[in-house]
């Protein structure tokens, strides 16, 4: 079992940024992409980034160019820098844990609880 616990969500204006983190326990953390998902109200849960443990990346068209992924192998944590936030960035924030480097939800194990980010227009 791996657990994913996020933080880092908040309220901001149109053109901020924030930066989610994603702690993980359990198995090593080393053995697992990391992914990123978000979930906006009546819409399907959609990928946003990915790594690995070797630091190859993924990212969705929509954020391209905007956000980043990043991972500390040392303290088991991925992180997701975001900028220039737009108001279709508002969702429920999700990482997530897979042993294949995937964009697709069901390729992940394990989720966190989720954060909520809001970006106000």
């Known amino acids: 079992q791996v657990q994913l616990a996020e933080s880092g969500g908040g309220l901001v204006q149109t053109g901020g940024s924030l930066r989610l983190s994603c702690a993980a326990s359990?198995?090593?953390?080393?053995?697992?992409?990391m992914g990123w998902f978000r979930q906006a109200p009546g819409k399907e849960r959609e990928f946003v980034a990915a790594?690995?443990?070797?630091?190859?990346?993924m990212y969705a068209d929509s954020v391209e160019g905007r956000f980043t992924i990043t991972r500390d192998n040392a303290k088991n944590t991925v992180y997701l820098q975001m900028n220039s936030l737009k108001p279709e960035d508002t969702a429920v924030y999700y990482c997530?844990?897979?042993?294949?480097?995937?964009?697709?939800?069901?390729?992940?194990?394990?989720w966190g609880q989720g954060t909520q980010v809001t970006v106000s227009s």
């Open positions: 997530a844990a897979a042993q294949l480097f995937s964009a697709r939800t069901q390729s992940y194990d394990f």
């Open positions: 790594i690995t443990w070797s630091g190859a990346l």
């Open positions: 359990g198995r090593a953390f080393g053995n697992y992409a």
